[in-house]
């Protein structure tokens, strides 16, 4: 549905370099990546809203890089929602009409549906100062898709919503999603929402995409330092390898398999590092015990760093579990994680 060939923008003292991408028609995609990495201009580039220096962007068969906006068959909802303060949610919903040449039965038709699907039937005579934020944004989605989009760019949506609003609205776009035919494109910070709501992913950093895969491959198997640090990879190692043993400054890893290269990294998911009181006989083939030396309120979870020789370790751990393993800084614990649990590269 979407394919971007070699897309290549230059804006100030920002580029968008060498942009290769490939996006399945009704597929749910995100893009991720820090601050500035150039997710925002890159959806606009797809929208029309900013010129591609070279290369082509194609949607559903057809090449746009050189029309206008209007002629992309492309929707776009920012976080601010952009509506017209002046118009009633009636009027802002059906404004994207006037540009289109809808049948009025079918432009009816698809009102109904989305004031349905987003519960908008008791708000359309309001103006959107009167509103709330998720009643804002899901205004905004009903104004982007009623012009039957193929493509549905969402720029951040759920950021600014208060949570409750966000888990609504989240829900809402899953089914939206399910019930169109448009492909969705997504920027978000947001691990939850991306794991939730789609199957592939782009990571990006410095305008330029540094993976492209399925969401467990890239959080489970990054292909670089930088992505693997991005979704919380925070046990990331350089290491040496040999036969089935990883070595991080003097501490023997068993990996279970030989890697294909004879140096790299390792990287191991915090949660995947399970602390005990004393040492775990079962399946998990690395055990080691190691000294508190942190921990961290991270809201739902605490995160507790371990020294074991020169190497501090970091795991995940629960409330409850803080205090039933009585973990403290400076208090002696176990961590054991499975080989299964290390990805080299």
Known sequence: MITIENVNIHLGE????????SIEKNEFFILMGPTGAGKTVLLEAI?????VDSGHIVVDGRDVTGL???????????QDYSLFPHLTVRDNITYG???????KAEAAKRFDRLVEDLDLSHLLHRLPANLSGGENQRIALARALIVDPKVLLLDEPLSALDPGFREDLRKGLKRLHETTDATFLMVTHDFSEALSLADRAAVMDGGKIK?????KEIFQRPESTFVADFVG??????ASFHDTKAAINGLEIELGKSPENGHGYIAIRPEDVVLSRRELHSSMRNSFKGTVTEVTDQGLYYEVSIAIEAVTFKSLITKSSLFDLEIGEGSHIYLSFKATAIHTF
């Open 14 to 21: 920002f580029d968008l370099r060498e942009i290769n991408l």
């Open 233 to 238: 990879m925070k046990n990331l190692f350089t």
């Open 47 to 51: 929208a029309g809203l900013i010129r």
């Open 97 to 103: 009409l006037h540009f289109h040449r809808t049948p």
């Open 68 to 78: 206008p906006p209007e002629k992309r068959g492309v929707s776009i909802v920012y």
């Open 211 to 215: 993976q492209v895969g399925g969401m």
